[in-house]
Nanobody
Framework: VQLVESGGGLVQPGESLRLSCAAS????????MTWYRQAPGKERELVAY????????NYADSVKGRFTISRDNVKNTVYLQMNSLRPEDTAVYLC???????WGQGTQVTVSS
């Protein structure tokens, strides 16, 4: 099982980023996927969840209306579209498959003026 995140970077408040998590080594389309984030000195926080077929999603209250999780089961990739970014969104973002308890290495998102 391998999960590889990409798409992070340094942006100004109000800007957008789209994160990707490319999955391999397992039947991606069969399993739900989750994005988490971890800021320095803080606990890891669940950001967004998507069911295996993409029909069900859930979000942390702090990102509702700004972030959108989606997936492409042909490309074996899960995405996190992040709009209206705020400084408090600064963190390492990681994707996770609970079925296999597998984490990616993370991608850094920094929101700063």
């Amino acid at each position: 099982v391998q999960l590889v995140e990409s798409g992070g970077g340094l942006v100004q408040p109000g800007e957008s980023l789209r994160l990707s998590c490319a999955a391999s080594g397992f039947g991606f389309s069969r399993y739900a996927m989750t994005w988490y984030r971890q800021a320095p000195g803080k606990e890891r926080e669940l950001v967004a969840y998507i069911s295996s077929a993409g029909g069900s999603t859930n979000y942390a209250d702090s990102v509702k209306g700004r972030f959108t999780i989606s997936r492409d089961n042909v490309k074996n990739t899960v995405y996190l579209q992040m709009n209206s970014l705020r400084p408090e969104d600064t963190a390492v973002y990681l994707c996770y498959c609970s079925q296999f308890r597998s984490w990616g290495q993370g991608t850094q998102v920094t929101v700063s003026s």
